[in-house]
């Protein structure tokens, strides 16, 4: 099921680019275009688990999320790799906060990214300017726990063979 | 001295001696979680330019499935009981919570013979019931647990409430005490929490052990208590004309002492004597060992006058045990 979700979404990409590229640069449809799909994405859910090593030190690795039970935290990482030989700018990962989980406060993080939230999906502000108003009329600053989508946008254009890494945690409610 | 009125009778002290049932709040443990089996999906996007062309993609789709938490907690219901020596069918009350995220089928197994205690209560037969009725007491209507035959089967944070019978050694010291644990366990199996039983979960999730272990129990006890309450009652008639005749308009004074005597405790004793016909309850008359008590039953003193069903002065002498000594209520009517 996963494999055909992928094919299916990356043939709609593929598509989608060719469009674009002919609709924004006739000019160019002669020529063939850059390789469709310059970013190949991944999502990945993993738990933490604590191990110990040789030295009978603690040791946390993550772990493929196998089963999940309410109260666990999962690790949420999505990869986005170049894989053309140009450099690609204005990246950005979009992820919801998947349904019954709740976002962990302070666990967003990326690497040379800006990273904000949304309570819809569609409007996005930093955390501290993430506003809900409440049914009393009063307006307040959103919980964390309220989150049910991150954005990261990348500062820097991702080099080719590079990739941008995103990722936050998440409890099963 | 003793007079009657015309017409009056003799009216028996009432006594309504009630165990106070620990308070009902047992049961959630903890907040639930997702339901056993729900898919948890995540998807992400990405979107960037090159060579000034927008592109979106679609990550893979990770899917994680919700297995099965195998948790229980049980909670003894009912207060200590107090029980004669060669009492039968005397009952502990339990609750079984399931508080896992599935449904959960529950063995139940019934232990008395334990150390630290005086006595054995000896279990009936049968010595489980599911408690049908929601009586909290043990009633025809019950319907008597055969372990295998009909284990509960409980939802996501449902209960059972479930009733040890046992009959009572005869020949028991006052104050002996005997112990019975109820014990439950997961069907699916128990074990230390993480344990897991490999897609033997709700709809063929796997099933994880929880923090209780998967099992879980309490213990109740029984505590010999022999204490009876003797109530003496006396009347004292004051006509209008510096008599003690019963006539329209006298007054009479009843005054009941309560005593409690033996080795246990009666626990919630409530007294609740009736206005005997033909009179009427004198405002303000009412005493407790000397003390007023407002005649209003909805204040924070002991008692009160009530007329609902029906006119009676009612007070509440709480816990008793033969040190509290004798209690003297005292209140007037008059004669109509």
Redesign the interface.
Known sequence: ??KG??SL??TL?TL??VQ??AA??PASASTPA?P??????????EIEQETVNDKGERVKRLVP?A?????ME?I?T?T?SNV?A?A?????????V????RYVPDSALGAGADIVFSLDGRRFAAAEQLRVRDADGSERTARPDEYTHIRWLFRNP?EPGRMAL?RFRAV?? | MHNKPKGLGSRPVQFALALIALAGVAGRAEALGVVAGTQIENTAQVSYTIGGTSVSTASNTVALTVAEVLDVVVTLQSATTSVSPGATDQVLVYRVTNTGNASEGFRLALTSVLGGDEFDPLPAAPAVYFDTDGSGALTAADTPYTPGANDPVLAPDGFVTVLAVHDIPSGLANGARGFARLEVAALTGTGAPGTVFAGQGAGGTDAVVGTSGADGEATGQYVVADITLAAVKSATVTDPFGGSRPVPGARIRYQIVVTATGSGVATGVSFLDPIPANTSFVPGSITLNGNPLTDSTADADAGGYTTTPSAAVQVALGDLTQASGPQTLVFDVTIN
């Open positions: 099921m996963h979700t992928w979404l990356a990409a989608g680019a674009a590229v924004s640069d850059e469709q799909g310059c970013i190949t994405v991944k999502s990945v859910a999320a089963k999940v039970v309410p109260g999962v949420w999505v986005a053309c140009q690609v700018g204005n990246v950005t990962i979009d992820n919801p998947p349904e019954h989980m991702i995103a099963l409610k």
